[in-house]
């Protein structure tokens, strides 16, 4: 797909009229008025085809098969259709929860054209797909779809998207309704006619990583998060499902897992939650990327398999032997280990593989003192146990390419135990911008996402306890990565920041954290939003703007502001960008 000549880039000037998120390649607007109303149609243009020629399994078949879409709500039957929800989507937000961007305009003007007399209105919508669907479109790897779209509006009410995927079809009509404010007297307008948008994703890999095990997420708030992603154009949740404190996850072969390693009985993922939550975001372009973390990190094995695990809860001096209490880790050298990883693999990839092609294998801060009580092991040696590390993911890394899935890992992996990886997997790097750097110089592929800038977590405080002899040592109880990683922070973080061009292919993209040991439903809407939409804008528009300049804050706060307010609409709990004075009078909070 080609730029048209008409488009040009956006101006700062726009920020607030335009208000799109994230901010497209190319966007010219008019100042013209047309309505919207639910009668509008909404049809799919010609005849669509798959490139796999086993049709019947497609998810989009039984879309096709029978009718046309007119008016579409959202015909899912097990698979996912993500035409039909987009639509689906489309019209709820439009009508359902929409704005009225008073906030946006100086305290007592007339902003709201007439609502009386003779309205231009959208006559209708035609979603062009000129391009074939892989079978997989629904669980692609990185960089498998052609995301992007063209969107075009005419002052006389004609609106057409064009993309070569479903994917960028889907993401055309959510910059659509970007497009669109509630009028406090009724209806739905834009004035922004006539409009021209040309738009596609940055980098390949745009998500959240979500820590369901520290603290356990009703299955509705994961899903209310999807939706949230996936109108920042987000793409990938990756949910790390276990760690030391709970294993929340429901394994069938293994039902004492969770039965007993979980906090409660009320606190598991049944597989009808984890396939309900996997098949909703598939919908929604957001495939679900699912981690065990393993060997360190999985101490709460220990309470349904005692013989499995190594150096569990040592006290007092816990933190000798892991990051965080309980301390625990798989033993390395155990036939034990091994019979048990068969079971749990065998189990639960294939129910991962049908609604993802990646599987995260975690890797992250293995505590080498562990092995001194391992009994199969008794050694903190790095030479001694580094070749049964290898051997360990290696078989693990087996077990998830047998399944048909490509592996990822944290950067210890590579970076601290040397391993040998193979050139499928995917590095996933947290500690530095050298870390990405260094990665994708050994010839890997990386995710981005520093913990100085995209752990959503971190300023909370302490949430460990201090006795009356050390509490004066730790005043005033920061915690590691403090401070809070505020949105301008966020959108400051370059991913490439110290990768050379010839290696930045490498770079895939990244992923903003929000780990649960201070955050849990009830704060999770306000740990995340609007700060992961900072992120997003990053993954999906670059960290520059075109001419290689760090983008605009005054722009970006605009325009996130009234992102914020989509947000709430939709029932999304996301902290104000400022207060209602700066969305008022945006040049008067600038220094």
């Known amino acids: 797909m080609t730029i048209p000549n008409i488009i040009l880039p956006l101006c700062v000037f726009l920020a607030v009229a335009s208000a799109l998120w994230p901010v497209p390649v190319g966007y010219t607007p008019g100042n013209d008025v047309l309505w919207i109303d639910q009668s509008v149609q909404i049809t799919y243009a010609g005849a669509y085809q798959v490139s796999d020629s086993d049709t019947n399994q497609h998810p989009l078949t039984q879309w096709l098969k029978g009718f046309f879409l007119q008016n579409a709500g959202d015909h899912t039957n097990g698979t996912n259709n993500v035409i039909s929800t987009a639509i689906s989507r489309t019209k709820d937000t439009l ?66 998207i064009t993309a070569p995927s479903s994917i960028g079809l889907a993401h055309g009509l959510t910059t659509f309704t970007q497009l669109f404010y509630k009028h406090s007297a009724g209806g739905v307008y834009t004035n922004l006619a006539p409009i021209q948008i040309y738009d596609k994703p940055k980098f390949q890999h745009r998500g959240l990583n979500m820590d369901v095990s520290r603290s356990y997420y009703p299955p509705a708030d994961i899903l209310r998060t999807i939706d949230a992603l996936s109108y920042t154009k987000m793409n990938r949740l990756h949910i790390h499902a276990t760690d030391s404190q709970s294993w929340p996850l429901e394994i069938p072969s293994l039902p004492e897992l969770a039965g007993k390693g979980a906090y409660h009985a009320s606190q598991t993922y049944t597989p ?18 699912i981690e065990i973390d393993m060997p360190g990190h999985t101490s709460s094995i220990w309470f349904s398999h005692p013989d499995l695990i190594a150096a569990f809860n040592q006290q007092p001096d816990w933190n000798t032997y892991a990051a965080e209490p309980p301390s625990g880790t798989l033993k390395l050298n155990s036939s034990a280990v091994t019979s048990f990883l068969d079971t749990l693999f065998a189990d639960l990839l294939p129910r991962v593989s049908p609604y993802s092609n990646y599987f995260h294998t975690g890797g992250d801060e293995v505590n080498p003192n562990a092995y001194l009580l391992d009994d199969t092991v008794r050694s903190n040696s790095t030479s001694i146990i580094q070749p049964l590390m290898q051997s360990f993911v290696s078989a693990n890394h087996a077990r998830v390419r047998s399944a048909g899935l490509t592996p990822i890992v944290w950067e210890e992996m590579l970076l601290q135990w040397n391993l040998t990886l193979g050139s499928d997997v995917i590095v996933q790097t947290w500690q530095s911008d050298a870390a990405v750097a260094l990665t994708v110089s050994q010839g890997h592929k990386a995710l981005a996402g520093n913990y100085e800038y995209w752990y959503l977590d971190c300023g909370q405080g302490q949430w460990l306890n201090f006795g009356p002899y050390s509490a004066a040592t730790y005043y005033p109880y920061a915690d590691y990565c403090s401070p809070r990683k505020n949105w301008k922070l966020v959108y400051q973080y370059d991913p490439l920041q110290g990768v ?3 290696a930045s292919h490498l770079v895939l993209g990244g992923e903003v954290h929000i780990w649960s040991e201070t955050t849990d439903p009830v704060n999770l809407d306000r740990q995340v939003w609007p700060r992961a939409a900072a992120a997003a804008e990053v993954l999906w528009s670059g960290a520059k703007d075109e001419v290689g300049r760090n983008r605009s804050l005054v722009d970006a706060a605009a325009r996130l502001g009234v992102f914020r307010e989509r947000l709430v ?23």
Not at 272 to 289: K, N, P
Not at 569 to 591: D, K, R, W
């Open 95 to 160: 009508f359902n929860k929409n704005i009225v961007p008073w906030k946006f305009h100086e305290r007592n003007t007339d902003f709201e054209p007439a609502a009386n007399g003779t309205k231009q209105t959208i006559t209708s919508i035609v979603l062009q797909q000129n391009g074939t669907d892989a079978k997989d479109v629904l669980k692609p790897l990185d960089g498998d779809v052609d995301e992007s779209y063209s969107l075009s509006v005419t002052s006389d009410g004609r609106v057409s």
């Open 272 to 289: 009808a939650d984890l396939q309900s939550i996997q098949q909703y975001g598939a919908a929604r372009g957001v495939e679900v990327i």
């Open 500 to 502: 050379p061009g010839n």
């Open 569 to 591: 609409a939709a029932g999304v709990g996301s902290e104000p960008v400022h207060m209602v004075f700066c969305t008022m009078n945006e040049t008067n909070c600038v220094l």
